[in-house]
């Protein structure tokens, strides 16, 4: 079977999942390193991108990487930027529940809004927090 068989019968977390496994992950800002523009905003986590991918900025797909056990997106978020005005998604990959939190506070205080989607157990709908 190809990927053009197989790409129909999978669902969005797959194909998130997909992005990163054929894909090379760059943290170009690491757990600790303040907001290029914003000095005072520290990132809780690895923040990187896709390389050879194109996100809503017409960057590679953004990615926070977190320590969980399992090797998949546990989450996303598309956030809205009115300063920018842009929209993008981003993943979570091997975030906790507690890295989730983490990274909810991280774009509270921000002027750009988010919408995080949890990825649903087996056979459930997924949670949007």
Known sequence: MTDADVWP???IWQHADQLIERGRLQIDRPCGSA???????VYPLDYGYIEDTRGGDG???DVWLGSGPVDQVTALACTIDPFRRDAEV???YRCTPEQIQR???FYAPQSQASL??????????????
């Open 90 to 92: 981003k993943l979570f």
């Open 59 to 61: 960057e590679g797909v």
């Open 103 to 105: 990274i909810r506070d």
């Open 116 to 129: 995080i989607v949890l990825r649903p157990a087996r056979d459930k709908e997924a949670t949007v927090q």
């Open 35 to 41: 907001h290029p523009m914003l000095p005072g905003l």
């Open 9 to 11: 019968c999978m669902d």
